[in-house]
């Protein structure tokens, strides 16, 4: 039967890598959310060739398997050498800036994706009252979309930040020793999968419960007042789900 | 630079295949698991609701790859204690499962959300021809859920596909594996995975075109509010 006694020795070297999973994700997250407004906000321009760039972008990294993302920052940018004599190399040869780049790159545009979608389905009514205001175009998206399509994306977001906590686990295939990678070492020294992966796997569970029930409070607080966007909230939330 | 491509064409498009395989593979085991995980949580008695919503929130609060890894090397043990000598699971096995009871529990939730679409005047109805429950559940509720699970179904076609690449860290040679020992063999990583990227775009792309196809398909003759 399971050797607990394995499990909890295992616990201080886990929770070490856990923390470097929490680290990870905040910086991917900020750094994606970061990305994700202009990738918006070109993918809603009315100039074709923007729109259809952040489209190209969008496609280009939904369409292929973040671990082949990771890989090519981090094993395909050594293959040029002007990348390793110049001034990047520094950061493109550290796994854990590299896995940082792929998975920002990659939560960005998928957060792009639900912004833009939320922008779009900001009531025109609100709009048009900014415009007959005097408000400039600038104005209007700070102080009158943007606010809405917070509360508009607010649950999708929710699904995204899950998904990249979970993503973050990639990076133990570039020699990270972030949870799943400390759970891997574990593994390799005291072959006792179960003990070590299902300590792991709780650990994560926990993560993600813990930041569901912030998520979810959030929510709450965001949706005071504004009954007439749920049906636009549940809409977006079905359709970006890919 | 593009030679290294052009002699390895092979083992990448072999690597493609076994990607297709095993998704498929695994898209039908989580379908079954997903009806079974909808039917238990709409119509199971109290211990089966249960279970199936411990098991949709257990397994989506864990990453891929810790399900994989959990069922590749804690399967090998299992199987060794039990035959005796070593035994290792197969990585396709292993993927396949994982990748099944993880999307199992995605599907769940896209099926009872279908389920609950279908108006409860078709069960009804069924009922009052004397089906059973099974057949009013697989002959009437089930082929109109299909319509409305498809749009998701498909999203979730698309995550599982790219996902198949996970599969690659227990030895799977699908285009993943393969990328990586022909990135090694050549030592142009850039052009390999780019190249496997590719390849994993023209599926995705060409599984967004047939969904679209299929979803139009399934819409004829219903009428549009």
Not at chain 1, 35 to 58: E, G, Q
Not at chain 1, 190 to 197: Q, S
Not at chain 2, 17 to 45: D, N, R
Not at chain 2, 191 to 217: D, G, K, P, W
Request: aromatic content about 10%; glycine content about 6%; charged content about 10%.
């Amino acid at each position: 039967m399971l050797n607990l006694w394995i499990t909890v020795e295992s616990i201080p070297k886990l929770l070490r890598g856990a923390l470097l999973t929490v680290e990870l994700a905040a910086t991917i997250l900020a750094l994606s959310l970061a990305l994700a407004l202009p990738v918006a906000l070109c993918l809603n321009s009315k100039r074709r060739v923007i729109a259809n760039t952040a489209l190209a972008y969008i496609m280009l990294f939904r369409g292929t398997p973040a671990l082949i993302q990771v890989f090519l920052v981090y094993y395909g940018s050594s293959q040029f050498d002007w990348v390793r004599s110049s001034f990047l190399w520094p950061i493109f040869k550290e796994p854990y800036w590299c896995a940082i780049i792929a998975l920002s790159l990659n939560g960005a545009a998928y957060t792009g994706n639900i912004m833009a979608g939320a922008m779009r389905a900001v009531p025109v009514g609100s709009v048009e009252a900014a415009k007959a205001l005097g408000l400039s175009w600038s104005r209007t998206q700070m102080l009158v979309v943007l606010p809405q399509a917070v509360q508009i994306a607010f649950p999708a977001y929710t699904n995204e930040v899950i998904q990249t906590l979970k993503a973050t686990s990639l990076a133990s295939t570039v020699t990270l020793l972030e949870l799943t990678g400390a759970a891997q070492t574990l593994v390799n020294d005291t072959y006792a999968p179960y003990e070590v992966f299902l300590a792991a796997g709780a650990m994560y569970f926990v993560l993600t419960y813990l930041l569901t029930l912030l998520f979810r409070r959030i929510e709450t607080r965001l949706r005071i007042g504004s009954g007439e966007l749920a049906g636009a909230t549940l809409k977006l939330k079905q359709r970006v789900e890919a | 630079m593009l030679e290294a491509l052009f002699t390895y064409r092979h083992q990448l498009l072999a690597g493609a295949q076994m990607t297709l395989l095993v998704a498929v593979a695994s898209l039908a085991l989580a379908t079954v698991l997903g009806i079974a995980g909808a039917a238990a949580k709409l119509y199971g008695p109290p211990y089966a609701v249960r279970a199936a919503n411990g098991y949709t929130l257990l397994v989506r609060g864990v990453p891929e790859l810790i399900v994989i890894f959990l069922i590749y090397f804690g399967g090998t043990v299992t199987l060794s204690k039990i035959a005796g000598r070593y035994v290792e699971v197969q990585p396709f096995v292993a993927g396949v499962v994982s990748l099944g009871v993880v999307f199992g529990a995605y599907m769940t939730e896209v099926f009872r959300g279908a389920i609950l679409a279908v108006p409860r005047g078709q069960a009804e109805a069924a009922h009052s021809l004397a089906l059973s429950n099974r057949q009013a559940f697989l002959l009437v509720t089930l082929p109109q859920a299909w319509r409305y699970a498809l749009p998701s179904y498909g999203n979730q076609w698309l995550i599982l596909l790219k996902h198949t690449s996970l599969i690659s860290v227990v030895g799977l040679e699908e285009l993943m594996r393969k990328s990586v020992i022909v990135a090694g063999a050549t030592r142009q990583p850039f052009v390999i995975y780019c190249s496997a990227a590719a390849v994993f775009l023209i599926m995705t792309l060409t599984s967004m075109l047939l969904l679209r196809v299929i979803e139009n398909r399934v819409e004829r003759g219903v009428k549009l509010a």
